[in-house]
């Protein structure tokens, strides 16, 4: 298995299956310092970086708690309006970078366009994790979906995978290139217009990615083990910020997964993912049911970027 030391966390067509386990088996070892909500020294001395060109909670946060757990530093900015790249000088990526990397150990950037990650680790002397590129790739969060999966289950083979919502979205760009490393297989249901793009597809085609598309979760639900969801009434990616217009469409019934389907036609066992925020989707009275994890994914978003950091910076070789 290749080191992961200095390694840029860019995509999850990079990764392969035993990647994934030395992960996890990292995020297990680290589990319990969370767990006990102490802050330990593993990364005593080392500095976080964190490079935030588009709104975040979950994923700037849990990277940023990650960190105070080991015992490192963290500095960084959550709007890029505040700094050259966001005002009349439009500061390159580059010229960003070649700051950034003098005063951090790790990079941990989301932005707005597709690719922007791979383009700060080619300037970068020191690793960069993508938090979320555009609709291009989200791996931090995919791998936390994976990690919960993996726990539940205590598999990530012979599973269908669900996969609801926006299929443009950087979410299941990753899940479904992870989905190459095992013997899994994927259920998509989106609406036309945000469908799996041909060259998507082609990829996926490529990867020998099993995958079919449906029309409806009604129709295809009760097939699931784990269901994966995203909003279909959610902001442009592509921008660093879109505000709510005075109307906010509704989620068609075919992309909705309410208690009431869940009672009628899923497996028991089935699990619900979702990367947050939600919309109407997946209704609140969803939380109460035994299918929910997407809270149990807060704290495992947490362990997992732990993992991560302590990984790219040699505490865990
Ligand atoms: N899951 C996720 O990416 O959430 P945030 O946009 O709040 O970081």
Known sequence: MRSFIGRDILSLKDFERAEFFRVFQVAEDLKPIARDRRNSDLLKGKTLLTAFYQPSTRTRLATEAAMHRLGGHVLGFSDAKMTRAGDFYQESIKDTVHMLEYYGDVIAMRHFQQGAPAE????????????????????????????????????????????????????????????????????????????????????????????????????????????????????????????????????????????????????????????LPRMDELPPDVDATRHARYWAEAFNGVVMRMALLSLVLGAAE
């Open 120 to 275: 700060a680790a080619r300037w970068a002397s020191v690793p960069v994790i993508n938090c979320g590129d555009g609709w291009g790739e989200h791996p931090t969060q995919v791998l936390t979906d994976l990690y919960t999966t993996w726990l539940e289950k205590g598999t990530l083979d012979g599973l269908t995978f669900l996969c609801v919502g926006d299929m443009r979205m950087r979410t299941m760009h990753s899940i479904l290139y992870a989905l190459s490393q095992f013997a899994s297989e994927a259920i998509v249901v989106g609406p036309p217009e945000m469908s799996l793009l041909p060259e998507f597809k082609a990829e996926l085609d490529e990867r020998n990615v099993r995958y079919r598309e449906a029309e409806s979760v009604v129709d295809v639900i009760d097939q699931a083990d784990v269901i994966y969801m995203e909003p279909v009434v959610q902001p442009d990616y592509t921008k660093a910020r879109d505000e709510r217009g005075a109307e906010v469409g509704r989620t068609p019934e075919a992309y909705r997964v309410t208690r009431e389907l869940l009672k009628a036609r899923a497996k028991e066992d089935a699990i619900i993912l979702h990367s």
